[in-house]
């Protein structure tokens, strides 16, 4: 898939999937409504909320919460069982409207203010993604379990070997794409592994995909629904697909160039980036990938 130049923002979708999250829902109620008003400053605002099979109160919440916001679209989309976070996306996806699609998790284990400026950088920079990374060298990790940053670190650490895009972090649901970018063909997973596939297929399908340094904080409320055996071993087999990918690639074009070296507007990126307000907390350059 080819990248075009993009204009202004007419539509702009946000996908939070949700299953057994009613602990979670007034907090994202409170810091999302300033995120909401933002987005509305820059077009039309959609909120695909998409209940993956909740047992709890979550669908009643989200009704009562987010049922009437002013001046926004609400689409609640309800599971009848659940699927996982994976198959959540590809539904939310189905639903948006919008020529640029967000997702973020329900818990605010990554802050949505963060959303608007990522959005900016989208337009601005002219980018296809851009992704949400706490093993940027200017994000963070705060509170988090060992045993999920040992798995999220070492896997993405093995995909920026793999894979074109050499990017620190290939596990977070925390992203802005562009519409094309976005959608349930460019992953098979309907666990957590659908985050990584949709990465993965972007960075072999040409897409330009920027880092946006984020910090990655502990869960205010409940637990992660993450299996830690079953994700491993299915970041496990797909790595091995894709090491195989790119064997066979190198098998069947002996006289390949070598790959280019990175971009190399790296000040450029900073350059623009400093002229988006309060970007210059963000730190001291942006990334387009890693060298």
């Not at 996306?89 to 948006?96: E, I, K, Q």
């Not at 040992?150 to 920026?160: D, E, F, K, M, N």
């Amino acid at each position: 898939m080819q990248t075009r130049s993009y204009g202004q923002i007419e539509t702009i979708s946000l996908v939070i999937p949700f299953y057994n999250e009613e602990k979670c829902i007034p907090a994202l109620q409170e810091r999302l409504l300033p995120v909401l008003g933002e987005l509305r400053q820059r077009g039309k605002v959609q909120l695909v909320l998409v209940d993956d099979g909740s047992t709890d109160s979550t669908l009643a919440c989200l009704r009562e919460r987010f049922g009437a916001l002013p001046g926004i679209e609400t689409t609640l989309v309800e599971h009848g069982a659940n699927r996982g976070l994976g198959a959540a996306m590809g539904t939310g996806f189905g639903y948006c409207k919008g020529d640029v699609i967000c997702t973020m998790d329900s818990d605010c284990t990554y802050a949505p203010e963060e959303l608007p400026r990522m959005v900016d950088l989208l337009v601005k920079l002219d980018a296809d993604v851009v992704t949400g990374s706490p093993y940027h060298p200017e994000g963070g990790v705060e509170g988090v379990q060992k045993w999920r940053l040992l798995l999220s670190r070492g896997a993405s650490a093995v995909y920026a070997r793999l894979v074109p895009a050499r990017l620190y972090c290939y596990t977070s649901f925390f992203r802005v794409y562009r519409r094309e970018w976005a959608h349930s063909t460019f992953f098979t997973s309907g666990g957590f592994l659908g985050v990584t596939e949709i990465m993965i297929a972007a960075a072999y399908g040409g897409a330009r995909i920027l880092e946006y340094p984020v910090r990655l904080g502990p869960r205010a409320h409940g637990e992660s629904k993450m299996k830690v055996a079953r994700v491993m071993l299915a970041h496990v087999r797909l790595m091995a697909i894709v090491a195989l990918f790119n064997l066979g690639t190198k098998l069947l074009s002996p006289a390949r160039p070598k790959a280019p070296a990175p971009d190399p507007f790296q000040e450029q990126l900073y350059k623009e980036r400093i002229m988006l307000d309060n970007l210059n907390a963000i730190g001291t350059r942006s990334v387009l990938g890693r060298a």
